[in-house]
């Protein structure tokens, strides 16, 4: 069985996607389009996002992600992606229920602001694009499977930003990259973030995660 790609086209404020944005898609023809409309809180079920859908729902699976964050998309290593994960997951049938998020959200108001202005890092990049790898648990030979698949994953598309610097979503982060990677490779952006958290969390309350060091 080869992968299915399912594309989520949404617009607010309508009750039909302007067929500007469809139709490049409707050409291709899909097996199978779902039209819809709802309120905005009904947006995390239309994309399987929900507490019910199996990639948030504790259903007893081990459910990770390797986010990198891209400026444009290389189809090339796209391509070498798709061939990679199709490949793994019919090779591994417990692999099966992971899946491949490409997220593209309106950026004018990200990138309206300096990126030298504030701590918050990757104005530049236009793309949250994130492997996430579901699979039963108990078997330490299949942690280590999923584990380079992920990985294996992500650095093809990291080849394809053609850029040194890796940038990664922190809140999907896996857990093996370092604050450069999730919070900037400038010096003084992670100065700046040390003083914010000292000044705001002394005690380190919120250093489960990807803690922030204070100096």
């Not at 989520?8 to 302007?18: A, C, F, H, I, P």
């Not at 504030?118 to 648990?137: E, G, H, K, W």
């Not at 450069?180 to 995660?209: C, H, I, M, T, V």
Request: charged fraction near 20%.
């Amino acid at each position: 069985m080869q992968p299915l790609v399912a594309f989520y086209v949404l617009q607010e404020g309508v009750d039909m996607v302007d067929p500007i944005y469809t139709t490049p898609f409707q050409s291709l023809g899909p097996i199978m389009v779902v039209p819809g409309s709802g309120p905005y809180t009904d947006l995390p079920a239309w994309i399987g996002e929900d507490n019910n859908s199996p990639s948030c729902m504790k259903a007893g699976l081990v459910n990770t992600r390797f986010p990198i964050d891209i400026e444009f998309y290389n189809t090339t290593a796209l391509q070498s992606a798709y061939d990679l994960f199709a490949a793994t997951t019919q090779e591994y049938p417990a692999l099966n229920n992971s899946a491949f998020l490409f997220e593209g959200y309106s950026l004018q108001a990200v990138k309206k602001i300096r990126g030298e202005s504030s701590a918050f890092p990757f104005r530049q990049d236009n793309y949250l694009v994130s492997p996430l790898i579901i699979y039963p648990p108990g078997s330490a030979s299949l942690d280590e499977t999923a584990f380079k698949f992920g990985e294996d994953l992500r650095q093809t598309l990291y080849i394809g930003t053609q850029r040194e610097e890796l940038h990664t979503y922190v809140n999907y982060a896996y857990g093996d990259e370092t604050p450069r990677n999730w919070y900037g490779y400038d010096e003084w952006r992670q100065s700046r973030l040390s003083a914010l958290k000292k000044s705001y969390d002394p005690l380190g309350k919120f250093n489960f995660y990807a803690p922030i060091v204070a100096q």
